[in-house]
């Protein structure tokens, strides 16, 4: 087996800078390439080669004006799968047979990782809030889960129950009543009997055989038999990925993800085997993005040589090799302010720091959507159990987003109430800025409650002779 090829990176040469931002951007989800083979599938489907943006809009909208007949359209030139109407939504008699015979070790799990999520999800609802100034005002913000929400799992390659653990628990931990699952119609998907196991066990009555940007589309706008969402979470290709970007103002979405990727930090503590494995394992998504930053020298080499052992071990080796090859690194820093400031460019889904004290070097960083620390804490705790989700930022895009939780599905509404005095002490306020911004409106619907002295001041309504005769009291009836 040939040694690893990974690219090297010194960030005290000048191009350092450059070469992060490429390798951050390499698999960014909006990347508007054109491979050969998609070129022919856009020309078969659409009669014309179209980008994937461009592709993913046309299906949108043919999926908003013509409902199911689009999306079984869809499914069947881009999934090659031809459903019938009454095929897309699969039975709960399917789901509880699936369940019924699936293997209690796999159930016990999935309950035991159920119990994991709803726990450390429950523990970080916002709480409804109040301040009070008494006499005065009553100010208030109040939470409420949202009433319906999508789910996308993804099953091309493989089956992810650990994606409905990690999507559907934080949904149910905010109070979520109705939530839809779309699994794409493949054997790894909605007709994998472990998938349907785990939303038999999670309560998931409504799962659709429904996949790629179609799919997403159907819960955006609702189609015959699926009612539209409130808001579409879960992780995706490409495709997945533009239509949630092409939804999002209709319904709310979590957020847009790449592949998956890690970068990890070390000194000359950390054992090489560890670090090699913690890369591979993102590797072998692939395509996965792979990094190892350190100040340590000797501890690329380590670190090389301890991938080319474990992969020669491992079952999905050729795939995370040619991942490593592609997406991944090894970078030398002059020193650890350096390889601080390359993670906070990178600004990676997953950080795992195992140095000496990976506290203090947690403390600093500025970006990352998880964070591990430690040589004890791999990123497939995280992935599969232990309680925060592991639907997180790609791409550099931990700057400004984070990691799903359930607060996520809850919308927070502002509530006033003021009295009389309370709108007299603010009042001047408000309408000098109204009448700054020329809302002159704003200001006299202030002006007129500050300069009158309430209700009481209100003419009293004049008495009304009662029309009714003494002699007619029974009531009307309806025949």
């Given at each position: 087996?040939?040694?690893?090829?990974?690219?090297?990176?010194?960030?005290?040469?000048?191009?350092?800078?450059?070469?992060?931002?490429?390798?951050?951007?390499?698999?960014?989800?909006?990347?508007?390439?054109?491979?050969?083979?998609?070129?022919?599938?856009?020309?078969?489907?659409?009669?014309?080669?179209?980008?994937?943006?461009?592709?993913?809009?046309?299906i949108c909208q043919a999926v908003r004006d013509k409902g199911l007949a689009a999306v079984l359209h869809f499914t069947e030139q881009l999934d090659k799968i031809k459903l019938k109407p009454e095929q897309i939504r699969v039975p709960a008699e399917e789901m509880a047979a699936a369940h019924a015979q699936a293997e209690s070790e796999f159930l016990e799990v999935i309950r035991q990782i159920q119990y994991n999520v709803v726990q450390f999800q429950s523990g970080l609802l916002h709480r409804d809030a109040e301040m009070r100034v008494s006499g005065k005002h009553e100010l208030h913000v109040r939470y409420r889960p949202?009433?319906?929400?999508?789910?996308?799992c993804p099953g091309g390659a493989a089956a992810y129950p650990s994606t409905l653990l990690m999507t559907v628990c934080p949904a149910q931990a905010a109070g979520v009543e109705e939530i839809a699952v779309c699994l794409p119609p493949t054997p790894s998907g909605a007709y994998n009997p472990r998938m349907l196991a785990v939303c038999h066990e999670l309560g998931i009555r409504e799962v659709y055989r429904l996949g790629g940007a179609q799919a997403i589309a159907a819960m955006a706008y609702g189609i015959e038999g699926l009612k539209p969402v409130d808001m579409i979470i879960g992780p995706g290709s490409q495709y997945v990925a533009l239509a949630k970007k092409y939804v999002f103002g209709h319904v709310a979405i979590d957020c847009l993800a790449g592949p998956s990727e890690i970068v990890v930090v070390a000194d000359d503590s950390a054992h090489p085997d560890y670090l090699a494995l913690?890369?591979?394992?993102?590797?072998?998504?692939?395509?996965?993005?792979?990094?190892?930053?350190?100040?340590?020298?000797?501890?690329?080499?380590e670190v090389a040589a301890a991938l080319d052992k474990q992969l020669s071990r491992l079952e999905r080796g050729d795939l995370a090799r040619e991942s490593l090859e592609r997406y991944g690194a090894l970078v030398l820093a002059p020193d650890k302010k350096e390889a601080l400031r390359c993670v906070n460019t990178l600004a990676p889904e997953h950080l795992h720091i195992?140095?000496?004290?990976?506290?203090?070097?947690?403390?600093?960083?500025?970006?990352?959507?998880?964070?591990?620390?430690?040589?004890?804490?791999?990123?497939?705790?995280?992935?599969?159990?232990?309680?925060?989700?592991?639907?997180?930022?790609?791409?550099?895009?931990?700057?400004?987003a984070s990691g799903l939780n359930a607060n996520d599905f809850r919308k927070r509404t502002s509530i006033l109430r003021f009295t009389r005095n309370g709108l007299k002490e603010?009042?001047?306020?408000?309408?000098?800025?109204?009448?700054?911004?020329?809302?002159?409106?704003?200001?006299?619907?202030?002006e007129i409650r500050a300069n009158d002295r309430g209700p009481e001041a209100r003419p009293k309504p004049k008495a009304v002779k009662s029309q009714v005769s003494p002699t007619n009291t029974k009531k009307s009836s309806i025949s």
């Open positions: 087996m040939p040694i690893v090829k990974l690219r090297r990176i010194d960030l005290s040469t000048p191009s350092a800078t450059q070469q992060l931002y490429k390798l951050r951007d390499q698999l960014r989800w909006d990347a508007e390439v054109v491979t050969p083979a998609g070129k022919k599938l856009t020309q078969a489907v659409f009669g014309e080669a179209l980008t994937p943006a461009r592709a993913v809009e046309r949202m009433q319906r929400v999508g789910i996308y913690d890369m591979i394992a993102q590797a072998e998504h692939a395509p996965g993005v792979a990094i190892l930053v350190t100040w340590y020298a000797p501890l690329l080499d195992q140095t000496r004290d990976p506290e203090a070097f947690a403390d600093d960083v500025q970006h990352a959507g998880a964070i591990f620390l430690g040589p004890f804490t791999p990123v497939a705790l995280g992935d599969y159990a232990a309680g925060p989700s592991h639907v997180l930022p790609t791409g550099g895009t931990a700057r400004f603010i009042a001047e306020d408000v309408i000098y800025m109204a009448k700054v911004e020329g809302l002159t409106a704003h200001a006299a619907s202030v």
